[in-house]
């Protein structure tokens, strides 16, 4: 079928045929997925975006077009022109599998090497292959799924925040901006045009979004791309995709019922995209909100996994008598694993181990069973104090009952708790607790402003600078010994135990943001030196305002069901960050230093 230009016109995509479509003309164009040759007849699997379709050459019926099929190998890219029948037996594991198309005509529009690895969903081919060949691993389907589940998701949150009852504007903000502090190393881009002078990419778009609100133009969105230098990881990036939204006049009530009504949406749209059962991408609202500090004493973490539970103990009070023969400086955190009293002697040493990598100065084990409670805490505790123990936890028949104590006790944070709550998710992966199809949203409240860092030795922001402070709490900042109890208006969105994002109300007034600076050990000329014209916005009249960030590769991700990002990322950068495909990082030509007035040094500081 050609068009009027007297080109070859596709008429459908090979996914899309149907029972329907019997004794309809087509025109199909894709890949060859998969060749038979039954000599008389050869049958190809047509493969494209939307799916596959049979076609089937017939030597008797087109004997040109079955010469050409003889010709073709996987990956071939065609174009088929023939007509839609019925299969005389369907076949139940393709979307098109009640039809066939019977070719008359064939083009081969051009041909392809033998691919490194197969073009199927499940492959044995390493990362690395799959990055430096990326263009093939992207039309696996499984990939193509992931890529349109996150384009479906985006499309969602854009038409969520659209809406009239809403109102939020999409605004771009600078991809090259000047380098602040955010917490991590900036990437920096040379300026030819002002000599020795260096953009920075965006961290965040932090302080524009809260410009936009100075502005008056009350609700911001954007999904921004935003870039940090640091070590990387399953969940980690160079580069990365957030949902970065702002309110004015906002309360913290507010935003969530914002954000609450977006993944509803996001919800309904992963469920119709991936074709899912309700129950599965079913999510109650409101979401839960717990505090940071019982967050923490109860689960060990800050981004609880609360699909299971398992919940931890403060038990300090019941390892007071034996607190110097064991060498316990901090608390003791405890729980039961249900079901685990018939750990073996290797596993326990297995657990034990890992607790050790963990920092831990202990791991003391309890077995409860129908017989009797043993552990070999008794000959310190005694029988009467290990019961004690089981008791408090809650332990049953046929539970294993876990106890941790740190060995660095680290000002601000409860770090046995933390290292309890490690070997909770743990026991919850050994023990198959976790329930598939569970959606457990979480907000989390009550951060402290400042944490402590070993690295620099001295309080630092938890979040950024800019988060807001409970009013009872600001005399507080005058005090270095009080740092650590300073509350902020922090929260973050947490789900099955993954950190989705962070945000607060942020700070408004400039003598407050100028107190915070200085608690930061800042001078009021490095503030201004880093945030003058920030500074400078916020005396204009400022806005109470607030918002928040979440990390748009890790929701499609959990929605997807990946356990790294680099699934739902079309083209991702390794852990070393590279893009193995495009060689990149890589080295420029000279000359383009030079322009720049840029040397380059070795690592022993020689040029």
Request: with cysteine.
């Amino acid at each position: 079928m050609l068009d009027s230009l007297g080109y070859l016109k596709r008429t459908h995509r090979c996914g899309e045929l149907r029972a329907t479509d019997a004794d309809r003309d087509v025109v199909l164009m894709g890949w060859v997925h998969r060749r038979r040759d039954l000599g008389q007849l050869i049958f190809i699997d047509l493969r494209d975006r939307a799916g596959i379709a049979q076609a089937v050459f017939n030597k008797e019926l087109h004997p040109e077009a079955h010469k050409r099929a003889e010709e073709l190998r996987a990956e071939y890219v065609v174009a088929v022109e023939g007509r839609v029948i019925r299969r005389r037996e369907a076949n139940s594991k393709l979307a098109t599998g009640d039809i066939e198309v019977v070719a008359k005509n064939l083009w081969i529009l051009n041909e392809a090497r033998t691919t490194p690895f197969p073009i199927r969903d499940k492959i044995d081919a390493n990362e690395e292959t799959r990055l430096r060949y990326r263009y093939l691993d992207l039309r696996r389907f499984d990939q193509q799924r992931n890529l349109r589940l996150r384009h479906k998701v985006i499309l969602a949150i854009r038409v969520a925040l659209d809406s009239p009852k809403r109102g939020f504007f999409e605004i771009e903000t600078p991809m090259l901006t000047r380098s602040t502090p955010e917490g991590a190393r900036d990437y920096l881009v040379p300026s030819r045009v002002h000599h020795g002078k260096f953009y920075a990419l965006p961290q965040s778009p932090q302080i524009f979004k809260q410009i936009l609100m100075i502005s008056g133009l009350d609700r911001y969105f954007q999904i921004a791309r935003c870039f940090r230098d640091e070590d990387l990881r399953a969940d980690r990036q160079p580069e990365f995709t957030q949902l970065d939204l702002e309110m004015s006049f906002a309360t913290q009530d507010g935003v969530f019922k914002v954000i609450e009504a977006v993944m509803s949406a996001v919800f309904k749209q992963a469920r119709k995209t991936l074709d899912a059962r309700p129950e599965e991408f079913r999510i109650k609202r409101p979401f839960r909100r717990m505090k940071y500090r019982e967050a923490i004493r109860r689960y060990g973490s800050d981004k609880p996994d609360l699909r299971f539970g398992m919940e931890l103990h403060d038990v300090t009070q019941l390892f007071s008598g034996v607190r110097e023969v064991l060498h316990i400086e901090g608390s003791v955190f405890a729980f039961a694993a249900p079901g685990a009293a018939s750990f073996s002697r290797k596993q326990l040493d297995e657990l034990s181990e890992r607790a050790k990598a963990l920092d831990a100065r202990g791991l003391y084990t309890i077995k409860v069973t129908p017989e009797g409670i043993s552990s070999p805490l008794e000959k310190n505790l005694g029988a009467d104090g290990v019961r004690k123990i089981a008791d408090a936890v809650g332990a049953k028949a046929g539970d294993l009952v876990l106890a941790l104590a740190a060995k660095k006790q680290i000002p601000g944070t409860e770090a046995a708790a933390l290292i309890a709550g490690q070997i909770r998710l743990l026991m919850a992966e050994k023990l198959n607790l976790i329930q598939p199809g569970r959606w457990e949203f979480l907000w989390l409240t009550g951060f402290p402003l400042f944490e402590w860092s070993e690295t620099d030795n001295q309080w630092v922001p938890a979040q950024h600078p800019f988060t807001g402070i409970v009013e009872e709490d600001l005399d507080k900042l005058a005090d270095p010994a009080k740092r650590g109890e300073i509350r902020s208006k922090g929260y973050d969105l947490v789900l099955n135990g993954s950190e989705l994002g962070s945000g607060s109300i942020r700070i408004h007034q400039q003598d407050i943001q100028s107190r915070v600076f200085a608690a930061l050990g800042l001078t009021e000329e490095q503030a201004r030196q880093r945030f003058g014209f920030f500074l400078d916005a916020l005396s204009y009249g400022t806005p109470p305002h607030g918002g928040i960030a979440l990390g748009l590769d890790r929701v499609v991700a959990l929605l997807a069901g990946e356990k790294s990002i680099r699934e739902v990322i079309a083209f991702p950068k390794t852990t070393t960050a590279q893009d193995l495909m495009a060689e990149s990082p890589s080295p420029v030509d000279p000359a383009q230093l030079d322009e720049l007035g840029i040397g380059i040094k070795n690592r022993t500081g020689e040029d």
